[in-house]
Nanobody
C-alpha cells in the first residue's frame, strides 16, 4: 500500500531551473532508497539520482554539477533540484522507492526544456 506522488515538472527555458518533489505514503521500512529516473522520447528509462535513507547517493554523469538530490526522511520525501537545464533533459521524471527487492513508482512528472 505504498503510493508515490511527484510534482514540480513543467516547461522551462534552457539554463533554467526546476525543483521536483516526491512524497511517499503508506507504511514501509525506514531503510530504503528513494530517487529519480527519467525517460526521454524514444529512450529507455535511465537513472538520474538515488539516495539511501542513510545518505548514500548514486547519480548519473549528466547530473554532476547541475542536479542535487536530497531527502527528508521524516516526510518520506525526496527532491531533485535541477539547474542549468538543457533540452536533452526533456523527459518524464519518475520517483522511485526501493525497499529490499521491491520497487515502487510514481506516475511521473513531465519536464520540458525548450526555448
Amino acid at each position: 500500500q505504498v503510493q508515490l506522488v511527484e510534482s514540480g515538472g513543467g516547461l522551462v527555458q534552457p539554463g533554467g531551473s526546476l525543483r521536483l518533489s516526491c512524497v511517499a505514503s503508506g507504511r514501509f521500512s525506514s531503510r530504503n532508497t528513494m530517487g529519480w529516473y527519467r525517460q526521454a522520447p524514444g529512450k529507455q528509462r535511465a537513472l538520474v539520482a538515488i539516495m539511501t535513507s542513510s545518505g548514500t547517493i548514486v547519480s548519473a554523469d549528466f547530473v554532476k554539477g547541475r542536479f542535487t538530490i536530497s531527502r527528508d526522511n521524516a516526510k518520506n520525501a525526496v527532491y531533485l533540484q535541477m539547474n542549468s537545464l538543457k533540452p536533452e533533459d526533456t523527459a518524464n521524471y519518475s520517483c522511485n522507492l526501493k525497499i529490499e527487492s521491491n520497487n515502487y513508482w510514481g506516475q511521473g512528472t513531465q519536464v520540458t526544456v525548450s526555448s
